[in-house]
């Protein structure tokens, strides 16, 4: 009877939502997202949309993504990091250097071991700031803000402030360039691979809820849902097949940066509803006094948060340098403030407890739309960061007053 009544109290929009079984906050920053598009092409007189455009924008969507899914943890455990972008940068021209000027140019051996040189690196520091966080008791604002000047600084003096280049042929298709990509047919298998998962956990879906004796989705809900995400698929491989290889009409496909955000995405989703981790991790953000008690070993927790995170920005570092061909000490600069803005855009609460990694996605795509968007309208660099502080101010009162209502 309650949930009738409570039912009945919802407005039309709201109950179709409930059956569709869509997050209204999530559904309203899909809005924001169409309307800044639309926005931003009519600006640009239709430069947005173009098919260039749509595929540099999902390339540099990649970094900031990925390192947002490893925010979405921290924060959602109470804490922050300010220092994601000074570690890629660190960690970045480690990679550049140990690949041009430590290991033997052209090996096969080179690029691997560089890139899990990378990761380790990245991993480590994540603990050694966890460390301090968790066993010493200082404040992450206070920890990531000393690694944010840390590894700025240790960024210049791995090679005095010069540029490391080239890298390794191979290693560059890491970065998306012209020859980063998976091609016409490769991408349709791809695209068709992930409708295939689609309708298999649509259907594992319905087994599970029949197995527990759960109310199932509505067949029509399920359906409009299973159209809608299919059509996205085709859309988007339809797009990056229509970017074509400079004075060829040879379609490049999917960027292998956006195949490893994927992968990122899958492997961090997973992480945070299936594994003890991620449940120790919500646990701790919801009540860390409760968790502790109920024999949750909070320290290690959050230690290993951190090393998630660390290991994020070594991968962030791996596809820039590839992307451009180089080490460079401004690697990430101020990277750590889209990081936070498109992890609190995409629905996950300063106030611990409640986050998800498809939300960051979105959030990290509607950062990059606007920072796309304004390069090409022009503005200047120093304007641009005005206007990503004030979004990220936005954000954060929209999130302080989206749980007040909760309430």
């Given at each position: ?6 039912e009945?109290?919802l407005?039309?929009f ?5 059956s569709?079984?869509i ?5 309203a ?6 309307i800044?598009w639309?926005?931003?092409n009519?600006l ?7 098919a260039r ?10 970094v900031?993504?990925?390192m947002?899914?490893?925010?979405v ?13 000074s ?12 690949q041009?000027?430590?290991f033997?140019?052209?090996a ?7 890139v899990?040189c990378g990761l380790?690196?990245g ?7 966890g460390?301090?966080v ?6 992450a604002f206070?920890?990531?803000l ?6 700025r600084?240790?960024?210049y ?13 191979t290693?560059?298709l890491l970065?998306g ?10 991408s349709?298998i ?8 689609l309708?298999?956990?649509?259907v594992?879906?319905r087994?599970?809820?029949a ?16 159209l809608?995400?299919?059509?996205l698929?085709?859309?988007f491989?339809?797009v ?7 004075k ?10 956006v ?30 006094e ?8 909070v320290e ?13 920005c ?5 596809i820039?340098t ?6 460079a000490?401004s690697m990430?600069?101020m990277?750590?403030l ?9 629905g996950?609460s300063?106030?611990g407890?409640?986050?998800s990694?498809a ?6 795509l509607?950062?990059?739309s ?7 309208l022009?503005i200047?660099?120093a ?5 990503i ?8 009162w ?6 007040k209502?909760?309430?």
């Amino acid at each position: 009877m309650d949930s009738q009544a409570t039912e009945s109290k919802l407005s039309p929009f709201e109950r179709l939502c409930a059956s569709l079984e869509i997050d209204t906050r999530m559904l309203a920053m899909i809005g924001a997202l169409l309307i800044i598009w639309f926005t931003l092409n009519y600006l640009t007189d239709g430069i947005f949309f173009t098919a260039r455009n749509l595929y540099n924008l999902a390339v540099q969507t990649s970094v900031v993504g990925i390192m947002a899914t490893g925010m979405v943890l921290v924060i959602v455990a109470r804490h922050i990091d300010l220092s994601v972008g000074s570690v890629m940068g660190f960690t970045g021209m480690v990679i550049a250097f140990l690949q041009v000027h430590a290991f033997t140019l052209g090996a096969a051996w080179n690029w691997p071991l560089t890139v899990v040189c990378g990761l380790a690196l990245g991993a480590l520091i994540g603990i050694w700031q966890g460390w301090w966080v968790a066993y010493r008791g200082v404040p992450a604002f206070v920890v990531t803000l000393g690694g944010l000047l840390i590894f700025r600084g240790a960024a210049y003096l791995v090679t005095d402030g010069r540029t490391v280049a080239p890298m390794d042929e191979t290693y560059q298709l890491l970065g998306g360039g012209i020859h980063g990509s998976i091609g016409a047919t490769g991408s349709w298998i791809f695209g068709a691979l992930c409708i295939a998962v689609l309708l298999f956990n649509a259907v594992q879906g319905r087994k599970r809820r029949a197995r527990f004796g759960c109310k199932p989705k509505a067949v029509w809900a399920e359906a409009l849902i299973l159209l809608v995400s299919i059509g996205l698929v085709c859309g988007f491989v339809m797009v990056m097949n229509s970017y074509y290889k400079p004075k060829t009409e040879i379609p490049r496909g999917i960027p292998i940066p956006v195949l490893i955000l994927i992968g990122v995405v899958v492997l961090m989703t997973l992480l945070a509803k299936v594994t003890k981790f991620g449940r120790y991790v919500f646990a701790i953000g919801g009540n860390p006094e409760a968790a502790e008690l109920s024999g949750i070993n909070v320290e290690r927790v959050t230690m290993f948060i951190f090393g998630v995170m660390g290991l994020l920005c070594g991968v962030a570092a791996v596809i820039t340098t590839a992307r451009l061909n180089a080490g460079a000490n401004s690697m990430g600069m101020m990277a750590e403030l889209n990081v936070i803005a498109a992890a609190v855009i995409g629905g996950t609460s300063l106030a611990g407890g409640l986050g998800s990694i498809a939300g960051a996605i979105l959030g990290a795509l509607i950062m990059q739309s606007l920072e796309s968007g304004m390069v090409l309208l022009g503005i200047s660099s120093a304007m641009r960061q005005v206007i990503i502080g004030l979004v990220l101010i936005i954000a954060v009162w929209f999130d302080v007053a989206y749980n007040k209502n909760r309430r």
